[in-house]
């Protein structure tokens, strides 16, 4: 089922919590509203699902205009952050309780029930916990009955509102990668709400990122990622540095710093105030020398770990704001040893690839 949202706006008394959203969604992706909390993706998650009305805007599924259709008649399937299962009930009989309750000229026999909930089991790799209650299950496993359960009816469209969101880090991973698979093998229409940048990165077909009840970006994680639009899509994906100054020529100076940068297709003239982003991995540290251009910038910590350490940097100079400036670098334990960094040592920062903005502060 594709689906097309159209100017959506919602107000919650005087907070707009959506204010004119549109997109379109075509059939079988699986898609991540990703935003920070308060940005308005689970008022827009319970707007497509019916389970809450818009002040203005329509919602059409599938061409059709189910804007005043009740949640009932538009064969969506919804997953709650916290399971919402019926703690009274066995796990067969949660995952059945939708198709139970059908209208009885609807309603399949007990067979068809017990053989579709069992298969639906097997699905989701828990059929060994058909007559399990729910207070007997782990947070993962309820999760995954919950996801069976609303499969169960068979929708169009499956929308999860944090579906790992109460959950631990590691089973939060396992159920991203069970997720991937499972969309994988049905090509169900589905959309998910998280805050979760690494989540919607690593599972979705496409990324809808939402700040104060608008669309900053709207594209594939590899796009989001690597050509954010706005300073916003920048700064929310992905661990960046921030350098905050004024065009000089082909620099940026950052107080009394001058920071290279590439000509960019803003059209910056001299003086305009900008903010740069830069990747950990695409930042470098040089000894600080008077012939060298660069951030100038003190080592606060050396994480080491792996195959990669970071090397955490504060500003130096006054703190901007009343707050402090850090800086992270990804290096290898070997160009750490080769440019002798230790704490305290003092050195400079420059950038193989910067997105500047025109900055709005």
């Not at 916290?82 to 059908?102: C, D, I, P, Q, T």
């Not at 599972?203 to 009840?213: E, P, Q, R, S, T």
């Not at 910590?301 to 195959?307: D, F, V």
Request: aromatic share 6%; with cysteine; hydrophobic share 40%.
């Amino acid at each position: 089922m594709s689906i097309e949202v159209r100017d959506i706006h919602k107000s919650f008394g005087a907070f707009k919590a959506l204010d004119g959203v549109s997109l379109s969604l075509p059939k079988g992706e699986l898609v991540a509203l990703l935003g920070p909390s308060g940005c308005g993706k689970t008022t827009l998650l319970r707007i497509i699902a019916g389970l809450e009305s818009a002040d203005y805007g329509s919602i059409r599924l599938s061409g059709a205009d189910a804007t005043a259709k009740h949640v009932r008649e538009r064969q969506v399937g919804f997953v709650f952050q916290h399971y919402a299962l019926f703690r009274h009930m066995s796990v067969f009989e949660n995952v059945a309780f939708g198709l139970r309750v059908k209208p009885r000229g609807e309603r399949p026999s007990e067979a068809i029930i017990r053989e579709k909930v069992m298969r639906l089991l097997d699905l989701v790799q828990l059929s060994w916990l058909a007559d399990r209650f729910p207070s007997q299950l782990s947070g993962g496993q309820r999760q995954r009955i919950a996801l069976a359960r609303a499969l169960a009816v068979e929708p169009q469209v499956l929308l999860l509102d944090e579906p790992f969101g109460a959950l631990d880090a590691k089973v939060r991973k396992e159920l991203r990668r069970w997720l991937r698979r499972l969309h994988d093998e049905l090509h169900i229409s589905s959309i998910f709400v998280t805050h979760d940048q690494e989540e919607a990165l690593e599972v979705a077909d496409k990324i809808v990122l939402m700040n104060k009840g608008r669309i900053e970006q709207i594209g594939g994680p590899r796009e989001i990622y690597n050509e954010p639009a706005t300073s916003f899509a920048c700064s929310f994906i992905g661990n960046v540095n921030e350098f905050r100054g004024r065009i000089e020529g082909n620099y940026l100076r950052v107080g009394d710093d001058l920071l290279p940068h590439e000509p960019s297709d803003l059209d910056l003239a001299d003086g305009q105030a900008v903010v740069a982003y830069a990747r950990p991995h695409d930042t470098e540290i040089h000894p600080l020398s008077a012939d060298r251009s660069g951030v100038t910038a003190k080592v606060n910590r050396i994480l080491e770990s792996g195959a990669l350490a970071r090397v955490e940097l504060v500003a130096n100079g006054a703190a901007r704001e009343g707050r402090t400036d850090y800086f992270e670098v990804e290096l290898t334990p070997a160009e750490i040893a080769e440019l002798g960094l230790e704490t305290g040592k003092r050195v400079r920062l420059t950038s193989r690839r910067l997105s500047v903005f025109r900055d709005k502060q």
